[in-house]
Nanobody
Framework: EGQLVETGGGFVQPGGSLRLSCGAS????????VAWFRQAPGTELEGVSC????????FYTDSVKGRFTISTGSDRNTVFLQMTGLKAEDTAIYCC????????????????????????WGEGTQVTVSS
């Protein structure tokens, strides 16, 4: 069964950068999209970015456009989220996720989403932006 593991979170000052990694294993049938989500205390789960492997198109929620970049290694077993220009409001637990079947990236980043929407989730990594 597919597993996802996030690494790379931490503490950073406003304006700083972090790179998160999402390592995938056990997806014997492959996967079609991988998305990054975040959730801060008291808020809904939010889709941050998504990559569609059918054409490598990338998607971002409006609040991170121009600051975050999603990418993948050549083997597609790791998906990265490069975060620059970090702000205090980016503080959250960041998780990566994927589905057992294809899902629309544009829907994932359009607004709040339920964890029930996708089958495979990592445990998450904490990102804290503070001075």
């Amino acid at each position: 069964e597919g597993q996802l593991v996030e690494t790379g979170g931490g503490f950073v000052q406003p304006g700083g950068s972090l790179r998160l990694s999402c390592g995938a294993s056990g997806f014997t049938s492959g996967y079609h999209q991988v998305a990054w989500f975040r959730q801060a205390p008291g808020t809904e789960l939010e889709g941050v970015s998504c990559i569609d492997f059918s054409d490598c198109e990338t998607f971002y929620t409006d609040s991170v456009k121009g600051r975050f970049t999603i990418s993948t290694g050549s083997d597609r077993n790791t998906v990265f989220l490069q975060m620059t220009g970090l702000k205090a409001e980016d503080t959250a637990i960041y998780c990566c996720a994927s589905g057992a079947s294809p899902f629309p990236c544009q829907v994932v980043v359009a607004g709040p989403i339920s964890k029930r929407a996708l089958e495979y989730w990592g445990e998450g990594t904490q990102v804290t932006v503070s001075s």
